[in-house]
């Protein structure tokens, strides 16, 4: 539920919150409802109720164990800001974030528009990265909402890229990761759809970080492009 994650981004993973559904077509082979079914079936009492949204109170706490800095991916299984996760709950969660200023915390949604609506009610210490999924077209305006969150960090996870994302406004957008989708029925990612991404990244000053081309054995493939790894983070002078 909690630990050091082998996520390339990112260094611990932390589940407050386990479960989600559906909402766009990157969420089709979601790794995390795999996992969490693979788990309910082993009798794990975390996942008791499979892959329906569970909160945890007893994990909120955790990272104030970790002495560390680490970076910390939040609800790796779940999505913070689901509409099942109570607001009250939430500001748990954020307040355990702010009060560990010694950890970045990587925050990623596909439902930006919530945290809009609730960001009166939170505290957005800079130490909180808030980041959103964009796999294809279709989900471009959850960039317009993410550029109204007062997240000093501010993110897209284009994963799995799905679909070309051409002529991006990346103004107020601090870090770009890119990668290919994995697992059982894994659908293609062209090398020009990344290649794109890199450059307009490159263009307007916004970091980029490839994260794997994927495949259903993804390591049979790495996280090459054009010969280089790329592994860039938003500037310490953002991230701090």
């Known amino acids: 539920m909690a630990g050091n994650s082998s996520i390339e981004w990112t260094e611990a993973t932390w589940n407050p919150v386990t479960g989600c559904n559906k909402v766009s077509t990157g969420c089709k082979h979601c790794y995390a409802e795999r996992m969490?079914?693979?788990?309910?079936?082993?009798?794990?009492?975390?996942?008791?109720?499979?892959f329906n949204v569970t909160l945890h109170p007893d994990l909120v706490d955790t990272p104030r164990k970790w002495i560390k800095p680490r970076k910390i991916f939040v609800n790796s299984m779940s999505d913070?800001?689901?509409?099942?996760?109570?607001?009250?709950?939430i500001q748990e969660v954020f307040k355990t974030m702010n009060e560990t200023p010694?950890?970045?915390?990587?925050?990623?949604?596909?439902?930006?528009?919530?945290?809009?609506?609730?960001?009166?009610?939170l505290n957005f210490t800079p130490n909180i990265w808030l980041g959103t999924s964009v796999e294809d077209i279709k989900v471009t305006h959850r960039i317009d909402f993410l550029k109204l969150v007062p997240a000093k960090v501010r993110f897209l996870s284009c994963e799995p890229l799905l679909g070309p994302l051409e002529n991006l406004?990346?103004?107020?957008?601090?870090?770009?990761?890119?990668?290919g989708e994995s697992g059982p029925g894994a659908r293609p990612m062209e090398a020009e759809w990344v290649r794109s991404i890199r450059d307009q990244c490159a263009i307007q000053n916004v970091a980029f970080f490839f994260k794997q081309w994927g495949g259903v054995?993804?390591?049979?493939?790495?996280?090459?492009?054009?010969?280089?790894?790329?592994d860039e983070y938003p500037s310490q002078t953002l991230a701090n």
């Open 36 to 50: 969490a079914k693979r788990l309910h079936a082993m009798g794990n009492p975390r996942y008791i109720n499979g």
């Open 80 to 89: 913070l800001f689901h509409d099942q996760v109570p607001s009250e709950f």
């Open 102 to 121: 010694q950890h970045s915390y990587q925050v990623l949604t596909k439902r930006p528009e919530r945290v809009v609506e609730l960001a009166n009610q």
């Open 169 to 179: 406004n990346l103004k107020n957008i601090h870090w770009v990761i890119v990668g």
């Open 217 to 230: 054995q993804k390591h049979r493939f790495g996280r090459e492009l054009d010969n280089k790894t790329y």
